[in-house]
Nanobody, 119 residues
Framework: QVQLVESGGGLVQAGGSLRLSCAAS????????MGWFRQAPGKEREFVAS????????VYADSVKGRFTISRDNGKNTVYLQMNSLKPEDTAVYYC????????????WGQGTQVTVSS
């Protein structure tokens, strides 16, 4: 069983930075792809960023490219999302998710952490 726990959310002014963390339990982390998603009030959940199991391949949504950086530490079973130059439209609940090896979808999800960016 895999459990994901996000942390690092909070309230920040526009232009500021936050770093989200997602700690994973279980033995599958080092072979799994990880992703960050977000859901704003009244909107559908959307993809933010993903990283391959060894960290060599990253993908970003156009809306965050150049501002957000996803990274991982397999020794700590943790994935990070560094968010810089934050905008009010980045306000959302941020979720991390895990996709096991050879799977086509994210099977495990964290409980989410709130990020609020004030203007």
């Amino acid at each position: 069983q895999v459990q994901l726990v996000e942390s690092g959310g909070g309230l920040v002014q526009a232009g500021g930075s936050l770093r989200l963390s997602c700690a994973a339990s279980g033995r599958t982390f080092s072979t799994a792809a990880m992703g960050w998603f977000r859901q704003a009030p009244g909107k559908e959940r959307e993809f933010v960023a993903s990283i391959s199991s060894l960290g060599g391949n990253t993908v970003y949504a156009d809306s965050v490219k150049g501002r957000f950086t996803i990274s991982r530490d397999n020794g700590k079973n943790t994935v990070y999302l560094q968010m810089n130059s934050l905008k009010p439209e980045d306000t959302a609940v941020y979720y991390c998710a895990l996709r096991v090896l050879y799977s086509s979808s994210y099977e495990y999800w964290g409980q989410g952490t709130q990020v609020t960016v004030s203007s």
